[in-house]
């Protein structure tokens, strides 16, 4: 049994668990993933239960993290073809031409408003939107089909297949990322540990990333249906505030937001939530039948911290006191969408690790 290798996992949200499930897929690896917060948790510091959660393509093309996005649609899109509940859906951008350099625009609307982005040719049904079909203060637009993601559903799914492949798991609360090494469910130390401590990053101890910021994120849960996902380029209610309708399969509808970057309150800010659910039956009357926002059936708003960060995503090893660490960690607003390939990249440099 010298072959085998122990590994942990430092993050129980969507990173954390992607890559557990990466990496068991090499029987010589054993994972232990610890953490503070697990699906079915919910605490401010825990983002991914309170995403909202679609495939909707943001980095720039010739990225890295173009190609991270690029490999996770392909594993959705597997995924979707095994569980008939989940699949594509309509969705719809819309631009206005005065939405310039914005916080909501610095990190999705700047590839989403070019004339041809590069989900063009990964999603199925893109075109640009004909004149007759833009709504009023609109410029222009485009549709395609796409993937929105029922983040509870998701989770626990995700987390089901990690145990099922022999994972385990430890709530355990670090003060330094190195204390990962002696936490193996085996007792043994392990042979490299993995970050995936999301907006934590910015200060647990031996990588308190000063790079690393919160884009607190405030979304209102409603029971109304829309047939189709909505975002827009920007609202007259300030560049922190992006709209947009998420349709969950099986589930209630997202509609949000708020981008607001360095802002880590997490309490829910009602004069935000008044203007969301304003803007969304104004943009999306299917949502009410064209009634008011009084007859949106509220289940209830909710606030993430998105852990992002100066420069995008980083996943590079990196030897700590003596310790591998792989970091996995500065996602966004881009979480969900960017999992398999951040956990693919992962594996590579795991490897690149061991092999010594």
């Known amino acids: 049994m010298s072959d085998i290798r122990r590994i942990v996992i430092v993050g129980g949200g969507v990173s954390g668990l992607t890559s557990a499930l990466v990496l068991a897929g090499h ?9 503070e917060d697990f699906p079915g948790d919910e605490s401010p510091l825990f983002t991914s239960p309170m995403a909202g959660a679609n495939y909707l393509p943001v980095s720039p093309d010739g990225s890295k993290e173009k190609q991270y996005e690029k490999d996770t649609y392909a594993y959705f899109e597997n995924l979707a ?10 969705a719809i951008l819309w631009n206005r031409l005065n939405d310039i350099q914005n916080s909501a625009r610095d990190w999705a609307w700047k590839e989403l408003s070019s004339e041809r982005p590069w989900l063009a040719d990964v999603v199925p049904g893109f075109r640009a939107l004909d004149k007759h079909e833009l709504p009023s203060g609109i410029d222009n637009g485009t549709t395609f089909k796409t993937f929105c993601i029922n983040v509870p559903v998701y989770l626990e799914y995700l987390y089901k297949r990690v145990l099922d492949a022999g994972v385990v798991t430890k709530r355990v609360s670090l003060r330094h990322i190195n204390e990962a090494v ?33 884009a607190r994120g405030q979304l209102c849960v409603v029971k109304n249906r829309s047939s189709f996902m909505v975002m827009t380029s920007g609202t007259d209610d300030g560049d922190s505030e992006p709209f947009y309708v998420q349709p969950r399969p099986n ?95 992962v594996e590579a440099l795991v490897q690149e690790v061991l092999a010594g």
């Open 251 to 345: 589930g209630p509808t997202i509609i949000g937001g708020s981008y607001q970057k360095g802002d880590w309150n997490t309490e829910v800010d009602m004069d935000l939530a008044q203007r969301i659910m304003r803007r969304a039956v104004a943009i999306c009357p299917e949502l009410t039948d064209g009634q008011g926002p009084e007859a949106l059936e509220v289940v209830r708003h909710t606030v993430g911290l998105r852990p992002a960060r100066e420069g995008g995503v980083r996943i590079e090893r990196e030897l700590i006191d003596g310790i591998w660490v792989v970091h996995n960690y500065g996602h966004g607003g881009y979480g969900y969408q960017s999992s398999f390939g951040c956990s693919k990249a």
């Open 182 to 214: 002696d936490l193996h469910s085996d007792g043994s130390k392990a042979d490299v540990v993995i970050n995936c401590t999301g907006i934590r990053a910015a200060k647990i101890g031996g990588v308190a990333d000063s790079k690393v910021y919160s």
């Open 27 to 35: 029987p010589e690896y054993r994972i232990t993933v610890v953490g």
């Open 81 to 90: 073809a095994s569980a008939p509940e989940s699949g594509l859906a309509d």
